[in-house]
């Protein structure tokens, strides 16, 4: 078989890839070998960016496949008939870790995907969680900025977490959840996916609901304990992309079950709790879970950074057929996502091929960094004009609606709307077992134990005021095992 012939990025064939240009055997370096400097320069400028969140990921192509007729609720192709399927991508990933950060830390899971679809990209971005921390995005730098580093050592701090939790009741539904075993999943492929967010679907009556995505592993829910998660962290701090890769390449294909649970306008007014407030669940015994299709992840992509480092997702990539809510978070990822795509990757990241829609993509956006005109080539960069044929089509116009409220003010996100106990309670009391809840409390207790400072016992009363109201039984067995005395004062602020 014929050898193929060492290029530069021009295409040049060139011979001199291990030896620089010299003046004699010992001399200096010469700069006209412009062979060494493309191969520097190309090297200093290999990584972009990391993201700000979700640093550390895996990442997988696959198939999506509908299995039930839902086109009663949502005018979307892809959902038009039992059998249709679309190519998928999707990323895993940590939160609040870096790039090398290890796959097993306690940290809820991004669960991002995009679907291909012939009406564009529909990406689904949620985590392995039903809910989150917080109900505003304005938030969320704040609450960030305590999951990272203390600016002066640079190290993590248990101190600032739990100083920002307990001073903001509204995260402990999503606190309770971390600090269980499903804070530490076995890997990717052993843990549900949500879109957590309330989003909306039209159908081709214009009519709209409510709903909410899961997806249900079927492989069987499996998380590690504190201590296992703190061992193979050690061990392997990459067990979660490792496990993805031999499952995959061992034709071993992790699915998913796609469900959606429905909502109607009459009863989102109705509902006992803000239906667009994601630190809230929906419980299923009201709005019971709809299948809807079936995910499976079978290709690993050739090249990690092209793929899964550049994969770029974002809430405001819709379909026809499926929308957002007045969601506050929702709302502030539509921009702030899409955002950091534009300065992580590029203008142009939507070129990409794993951010490309496989379909006809007809528009007037041009230039900026790294464009490529091989599709739109000399075609008009405006609109209207007398030379193209694309014009816009009715059918996609957005749904119309009636706000509540003409009103605008910044309303305080709790007014009216802060009961952040009943469903941690009802967490911890009735989905919980009674290994589950001894996991907590033990990893609760191992991460309360690392606060410190001036503020120490502050931040753990005001923490375990919290634990109380959501339920009695875990602030006793929290406050016995960090040591601190109860008294009725404290249960009785506590209700």
Same mark, same amino acid.
């Not at 499996?222 to 701090?237: E, T, Y």
């Not at 007014?415 to 309670?425: A, F, K, L, V």
């Given at each position: 078989m014929d050898s193929k012939k060492i290029t530069l990025s021009n295409g040049s064939p060139y011979f001199e890839h291990q030896d620089s240009q010299t003046v004699g055997p010992r001399g200096p370096v010469l700069l006209q070998d412009f062979i060494l400097q493309e191969n520097l320069a190309h090297f200093v400028r290999e990584r972009i960016p990391e993201r700000i969140v979700h640093a550390k990921g895996s990442g997988a192509y696959g198939k999506f496949t509908v299995t039930h007729d839902i086109s009663q609720y949502t005018k979307a192709k892809l959902f038009s008939a039992v059998g249709n399927s679309c190519k998928m991508f999707a990323r895993f990933s940590t939160v609040g870790g870096e790039k090398g950060s290890a796959d097993t830390a306690r940290d809820p899971r991004g669960f991002a995907l995009k679907f291909y679809t012939e009406d564009g990209n529909w990406d689904l971005v949620g985590n392995n969680t039903p809910v989150f921390f917080i109900k505003d995005a304005k938030k969320f730098p704040d609450f960030i900025h305590t999951q990272k580093r203390v600016p002066k050592t640079n190290l993590k701090s248990a101190t600032m977490m739990w100083d920002f939790w307990s001073l903001n009741p509204e995260s402990l539904h999503q606190v309770l959840i971390l600090m269980s075993d499903r804070g530490t999943p076995y890997g990717y492929r052993h843990m549900h996916g949500f879109g957590s967010h309330t989003f909306s679907m039209i159908n081709e009556k214009n009519e709209r609901v409510w709903v909410?995505?899961?997806?249900?592993?079927?492989?069987?829910?499996?998380?590690?304990?504190?201590?296992?998660?703190?061992?193979?962290?050690?061990?392997?701090?990459?067990?979660?992309q490792e496990d993805l890769c031999n499952a995959i390449e061992n034709g071993d294909f992790p699915k998913w079950t796609m469900y959606i649970q429905v909502m109607t306008e009459e009863q989102a007014r109705d509902f006992r709790w803000n239906p667009f407030d994601i630190t809230k669940v929906w419980f299923q015994k009201d709005f019971p879970l709809i299948e809807v299709g079936e995910m499976e992840l079978n290709e690993i992509p050739v090249n990690y950074f092209a793929h899964v480092e550049q994969s770029t997702f974002s809430p405001s990539n819709l379909i026809n057929g499926i929308s957002f809510s007045p969601d506050k978070m929702l709302q502030g990822r539509l921009f702030s996502y899409p955002?950091?795509?534009?300065?992580?990757?590029?203008?142009?990241?939507?070129?990409?091929?794993?951010?490309?829609?496989?379909?006809?993509?007809? /528009?007037?956006?041009?230039?900026?960094?790294? &464009?490529?005109?091989?599709? +739109?080539?000399?075609?008009? #960069?405006?609109?209207?004009?007398?030379?193209?044929?694309?014009?816009?089509?009715?059918?996609?116009? /957005?749904?119309?609606?009636?706000?509540?409220? &003409?009103?605008?003010?910044? +309303?305080?996100?709790?007014? #009216?709307?802060?009961?952040?106990?009943?469903?941690?309670?009802?967490?911890?009391?009735?989905?919980?077992?009674?290994?589950?809840?001894?996991?907590?409390v033990n990893n609760i207790v191992t991460s309360m134990k690392e606060i410190s400072g001036p503020k120490k016992d502050e931040i753990i009363n005001r923490q375990l005021c919290h634990f109380f109201r959501a339920n009695i039984e875990l602030g006793m067995k929290v406050a016995s095992q960090l040591s601190v005395n109860i008294d009725a004062n404290m249960i009785n602020h506590s209700k």
């Open positions: 909410k995505f899961h997806l249900k592993t079927k492989q069987g829910i499996k998380n590690f304990s504190n201590d296992d998660a703190v061992n193979m962290a050690g061990k392997n701090p990459d067990f979660a955002d950091a795509h534009r300065y992580r990757v590029g203008v142009n990241a939507h070129q990409l091929e794993v951010n490309r829609c496989p379909f006809a993509v007809n /528009n007037y956006q041009r230039d900026g960094f790294m &464009a490529d005109s091989s599709y +739109y080539q000399d075609k008009p #960069n405006y609109f209207p004009n007398s030379f193209d044929d694309i014009k816009p089509d009715s059918s996609y116009k /957005n749904h119309e609606y009636e706000l509540d409220s &003409a009103h605008v003010a910044s +309303y305080n996100r709790n007014e #009216n709307d802060d009961d952040h106990y009943t469903q941690p309670g009802l967490l911890y009391s009735k989905a919980m077992s009674g290994e589950d809840r001894e996991h907590l």
